[in-house]
């Protein structure tokens, strides 16, 4: 039988993204943007003016600067941690470089066994200026959330066997359904390196974690199920003490799946209603509590005027009612030429009454 009985209130101070990430009715939806740190803001563009990408996610200072920017201007109800899925990639050791206006570049894609061999482990000391920028973080923001991530095992595996973005993941798909005993060792590899970058941020204060799976819109459910779901379910299996949020692009036909993986919140793009979405994942799993969810206005909308996005912002909210708890978002990143206004504007929306 599902679970509907009314979520819980929110207690004493606890911040309203917490209460709602546990399936609880804060006092405010709360709100937080994907890619909010970053690449909008004139500040941010002014601080990283001559640091490449990767190194400005290992100078603790920075890291924390930027955080801190937009909860400053837009009053936002979570401070996502200014960091790249790779990271913890290129900190382990693997050759590869952030590319302006391409992305991730790998310098020597994964083909063999031999190249999963030589995949590192992880170590905390090897991400110890994350665990800086998180203790500095931690003094500043009060009593606002900080929200820890880290890429899925699928999409860190796409870059490596891809060399970088993909449109059509052939070469991953290839290797998934071609050599698959190759693939599930690199998926093994890399929920390993995944897990302890979450925990090493866990340990370090974070309140909030959200586990990327970019790329997996790209598969049918047969092949998450077969060979995605199990890493990702190690990875936020290895995670505790804090609300897990698993979010993908596209996974519209994977949110129950996704589910599955043991997130406390399901995030939604913008191609899916979130009322739809809590249906599904409620068909899906009648014996699980009422879903929690997270999302999720099309980022394209920020440029569609305010008449048009105080629209959207009512109608998501009221269908994100569906759901036992809901977090306001983007149904994916902040786009670069967004307008800062425009985001500052959006969460006055969101935390407006009604």
């Known amino acids: 039988m599902n679970d509907n009985t009314e979520a819980p209130a929110e207690t004493g101070s606890e911040a309203p993204l917490l209460v709602a990430a546990r399936g609880g009715r804060p006092s405010r939806t709360p709100v937080w943007f994907m890619r909010q740190a970053g690449r909008s803001l004139p500040e941010y563009r002014k601080l990283r003016e001559g640091t490449a990408m990767l190194d400005a996610c290992m100078d603790p200072a920075m890291v924390c600067e930027i955080t801190l920017q937009p909860v400053r201007r837009h009053d936002v109800d979570g401070a996502v941690l200014f960091s790249d899925i790779v990271v ?142 199990p890493y990702s ?60 969810v997270q999302g999720n206005l099309d980022p394209a909308l920020l440029f569609a005027g305010l008449p048009a996005l105080e629209r959207e912002v009512v109608r998501i909210k009221q269908e994100g009612r569906a759901a036992a708890g809901h977090i306001f978002n983007l149904g994916h990143g902040v786009l670069p030429d967004t307008d800062p206004d425009m985001i500052t504007r959006a969460v006055e929306m969101v935390h407006r009454a009604g």
Do not use: C
């Not at 061999?117 to 090897?126: C, F, G, K, T, V």
């Not at 406390?264 to 994942?281: F, H, S």
């Open 88 to 229: 913890p990639l290129k900190a382990a050791g693997i050759d590869l470089d952030i590319v302006p206006g391409t992305g991730p570049v790998v310098a020597k894609p994964v083909v063999t066994q031999a190249d999963v061999n030589a995949i590192p482990e992880l170590h905390e000391e090897q991400v110890r200026p994350i665990a800086d920028a998180i203790a500095l973080l931690d003094a500043e923001l009060g009593d606002v959330p900080l929200i820890g991530f880290a890429g899925a095992p699928f999409t860190l595996a796409s870059y490596l066997v891809e060399g970088g973005p993909s449109k059509n993941h052939e070469r991953t798909k290839a290797l998934m359904h071609g050599d698959p005993d190759l693939w599930h060792a690199l998926l093994d590899r890399l929920a390993g390196i995944t897990a302890e970058f979450l925990r090493v941020q866990v340990r370090a204060g974070v309140k909030v974690v959200q586990l990327f799976d970019s790329w997996a819109g790209a598969l049918s459910e047969r092949d998450y199920r077969e060979f995605v779901l």
């Open 233 to 292: 379910a190690r990875v936020l299996g290895s995670v505790t003490g804090v609300p897990r949020i698993h979010f993908g692009v596209g996974t519209g036909e994977l949110l129950p799946a996704m589910r599955e993986a043991g997130a406390d919140v399901v995030g939604v793009d913008w191609r899916t209603p979130l009322d739809v979405a809590v249906r599904r994942l409620e068909q899906a799993a009648p014996h699980l509590p009422k879903p929690v």
